[in-house]
């Protein structure tokens, strides 16, 4: 196991409510994931998932406490500093794909390549490199509308992969596949993390998609109410 690459120290948010009212959504988080984990991130609807995702993406800041990226405390950095490192560090993928509709596979590939300072050819030919990882080679000239749901999730992992990330953050991301595509979707994430080490957070509600990981952390009211190996969490034998 690697270094440090996550830490939550009494993470709190909060969203306003009616009047001066707030609503508490993460009531103080503290874990910390090392390079090379793969988490599972498990809990009901509206229990805080996705709003700790975001806070780990830095694409949400806390109301309080601390959250360290790379060891660095993010609450102390300008908004481009934190965008700088996200966009180094960090690979997002979604439930919904989240591909631009309007622009072929390979441009959505290319498109975080846009804030990486590389030329127009650099950035084309790393997107083609990137759909042949995923299996995709020969698609980059079709419109996301013309690929399956999970030839589309294929594309936006490319499109998370195309920085080099440490971590791939997935919120949910087989929730919009059937099972059999989810398989190959978790298979692929599995080969990122053991076979190239990149650190893979991912929120699911699936036991049988929380299994390709090797720990679980189950919020419950915006709380940690376990963290520990996956297969002892949901009790599976071996
Ligand atoms: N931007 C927001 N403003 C107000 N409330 C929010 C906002 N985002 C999420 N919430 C509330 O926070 C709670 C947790 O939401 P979320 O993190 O999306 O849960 P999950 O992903 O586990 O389903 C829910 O009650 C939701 O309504
Ligand atoms: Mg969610």
């Given at each position: 196991m690697g270094e440090e690459l996550i830490r939550a120290v009494n993470l709190e948010k909060e969203y306003p409510s009616a009047g001066d009212a707030v609503v508490p959504v993460l009531k103080s988080i503290n874990f910390a994931i090392n390079s090379g984990e793969f988490v599972a991130i498990m809990g009901h609807s509206g229990s805080g998932k996705s709003t700790l995702m975001n806070v780990l993406g830095c694409l949400d800041t806390p109301t309080r406490g601390h959250y360290f990226l790379t060891g660095q405390d993010t609450a102390t950095m300008s908004s481009n500093r934190l965008a700088e490192l996200r966009n180094r560090v960090i690979g997002f993928v979604f439930q919904g794909f989240?591909?631009?509709?309007?622009?072929?596979i390979r441009d959505n590939v290319a498109l975080p390549l846009l804030y990486a300072d590389a030329s127009r050819a650099k950035r084309r030919k790393q997107a083609t490199a990137m759909l042949a990882q995923v299996?995709?080679?020969?698609?980059?000239?079709?419109?996301?509308?013309?690929?399956s749901g999970g030839q589309q999730q294929r594309v936006a992992i490319a499109r998370a992969l195309v920085t080099n990330p440490k971590l791939i953050l997935a919120d949910e991301p087989t929730g919009n596949l059937d099972s059999q595509t989810s398989e190959e979707i978790m298979t692929l994430f599995r080969d990122l993390n053991v076979e190239r080490g990149i650190t893979v957070v991912l929120v699911t509600h699936e036991p049988d998609i929380a299994l390709y990981s090797q720990r679980l952390i189950r919020i419950k009211d915006g709380q940690i109410a376990e963290d520990g190996p996956t297969r002892e969490l949901l009790a599976i034998p071996g």
């Open positions: 989240n591909l631009l509709p309007r622009i072929s299996g995709l080679e020969g698609y980059g000239d079709r419109l996301p509308s013309q690929l």
